[in-house]
């Protein structure tokens, strides 16, 4: 590239080495922050959890005044003509474009508060770790109250807003709003319940050959070569425990998935360790050019879901995976496996079943527990319900919507870690996009690449994830959610494509009539 230099002044090259070298600080400073934050959640010792929430706090706060130092908004500015003149989806103009957005966003919220909040947010998960084993919300309420009032405060830097929530929604899925996500919701419920029932009303499937005695080292095995075969790249990530799994990112080199174990249930730590590789694939295979940027993210909390609900429920759960991995899992666990058919273990785990914990819902009833968390927090949100009454909230809805009635708090209002650790709103909502677009992703790759369900029989994933990583995961941030969407299957945001992929699928499980015209009829892009 010819470098230009204006009288007086640095050529934009200059300028946008400045600005690259100021946003890797910031980068470095959030993954330093990531990965204290990783440490709490698997390997510190109690006693480290004051001192962690100073630290974090502090680092937030470093992260946040140079995300905000009027030098770099400065440097953006002076490179706008610049960006305008190079082809829009070029890196740099890219990287000029996003970091305007940061940089507009963060700079109306004061670093003092993105300390408070970080601290809190530390606190209260501490907090919930212990909590939640002994029942006690109580113990919660204060942390509770304390962050409901940092997300409405947060929410107040973006005033005028059409909803308290806009602002965090935005966050997480750009281009979203409260209003937007209630319509997708109504739409998708009006659609789902009708097949949740129709389930309901057939003989149940008998899963009991996943439950037994399955020994944790063996599981962890096992699931290691799962997602290795699929695509994780184990030089570049590891595989820990913790109390809610999770994937974070410290860089493209190194990105971590974490699992938890049951070893009276085969399925849990499968399944839950193949949703975590989905995250860490995304991450993994975003380009190594955006490293260190503000582009090398994935676009959104949303599209994010979709990847790992694609590999672990559209992919992991389909008959043709376990054509490939069931003899090498029952060679694993042969006194508990070796009579089991593969007909039987795939029915098995895509049972449905009205169930108290959502991380354990299966693909029908799931997103009905996203609602119940999202108008809760809405709710709570707009101050309509305290947070002392939240218990009797979630039981009431529960009953309601599933038909059950959580025993205990446990298994109720405290059993998601998102409430108690950050602020509240903006969340739940992505995991119900994100299943949306599992399928609409997923229809996209088998139109382009037809044989790819019979690869996966022969354990071949690479001409599915080379797709993904190709039209989705190397762009990184590049790309607001809704562009991408549109870039990667030719048109928006859809439910077709998921509800043609549940009624297929769970139609042919459960023996269910087809679908009466007028409900294809009914069937709405959103």
């Keep these: 590239m010819t470098k230009t230099k204006k009288r007086g002044g640095r050529s934009p090259e200059a300028k946008l080495e400045e600005l690259k070298l100021r946003l890797r600080e910031i980068n470095d400073l959030g993954a330093a922050g990531a990965l204290l934050s990783w440490d709490q959640q698997t390997y510190m010792p109690d006693g480290g959890a004051d001192a962690r929430g100073r630290q974090r706090a502090m680092l937030g706060r470093l992260s946040h005044e140079r995300s905000v130092d009027a030098a770099l908004g400065k440097l953006i500015d002076d490179l706008a003509p610049y960006a305008d003149g190079l082809p ?31 601290a809190l947010g530390s606190a209260s998960y501490d907090a919930w770790t212990r909590a939640k084993p002994d029942n006690d919300f109580a113990r919660l309420v204060p942390f509770l109250e304390k962050t409901i009032a940092l997300s409405r405060e947060y929410a107040g830097y973006f005033a005028p807003y059409q909803d308290i929530a806009d602002p965090l929604i935005d966050d997480a899925d750009p281009g979203m709003t409260t ?5 997708l919701f109504a739409d998708l419920r009006g659609e789902l319940v009708p097949i949740v029932h129709a389930v309901a ?17 063996r599981q962890i095995e096992f699931d290691l070569s799962v997602v290795e075969q699929i695509g994780y790249d184990r030089r570049r990530g590891r595989l820990d425990k913790t109390h809610h799994p999770f994937c974070t990112k410290f860089s493209i080199g190194d990105v971590r998935i974490t699992t938890r174990v049951d070893e009276t249930d085969v399925s849990q730590a499968l399944f839950t360790t193949v949703h975590e590789t989905g995250h860490a694939l995304y991450e993994q295979g975003v380009s190594a050019a955006l490293e260190g940027t503000p582009l090398g993210w994935g676009t959104s909390s949303g599209v994010h879901e979709s990847q790992s ?15 490939n991995f069931f003899p090498a899992l029952k060679k694993v666990f042969p006194d508990q496996l070796d009579s089991v058919p593969l007909e039987t ?4 785990i895509n049972k449905v079943e009205r169930s108290l914990i959502r991380t354990e819902a299966d693909e029908l009833t799931y997103n009905l527990h996203i609602m119940l968390r999202c108008d809760l927090e809405l709710q709570m949100l707009a101050g309509s319900l305290a947070v002392k009454d939240l218990p009797d ?42 299943n949306i677009l599992s399928a609409q992703f ?9 044989d790819i369900p019979r690869e996966i029989e022969r354990g071949r994933f690479a001409t599915l994830h080379g ?16 562009e991408l969407i549109a870039r990667t299957t030719g048109g928006p945001l859809s439910m077709r494509p998921y509800l043609a992929y549940l009624r297929g699928k769970y139609g042919e499980l459960y023996r269910l009539p087809p679908p009466h015209p007028h409900q294809k009829a009914s069937q709405k892009t959103s």
């Design 442 to 450: 997923h229809a996209a790759a088998i139109d382009a690449h037809p």
């Design 345 to 348: 273990f795939y029915r098995a």
């Design 309 to 323: 609900r694609l590999w672990e429920n559209v992919v992991g759960r389909s008959r043709g995976f376990w054509v």
């Design 88 to 118: 829009y989806d070029s890196d740099d103009a890219s990287l000029v474009r996003i970091a305007r957005r940061d940089f507009e966003k963060a700079i109306k919220v004061p670093p003092e508060f993105v300390a408070r909040s970080s």
């Design 467 to 482: 797709w993904l990583e190709d039209r989705i995961y190397r762009h990184g941030r590049k790309y607001e959610p809704n």
């Design 393 to 434: 909230a979630w039981r009431a809805r529960m009953q309601a919507d599933l038909g059950l009635e959580p025993p205990d708090d446990r298994n109720g209002c405290l059993q998601d870690v998102h409430w108690y650790s950050g602020l509240i709103g903006g969340a739940f909502q992505s995991y119900t996009i994100g």
């Design 179 to 183: 209003a937007s996500i209630r319509t």
């Design 201 to 217: 009303a057939q003989a149940t499937i008998d899963d009991s050959c996943l439950h037994g005695s399955f020994a944790e080292p």
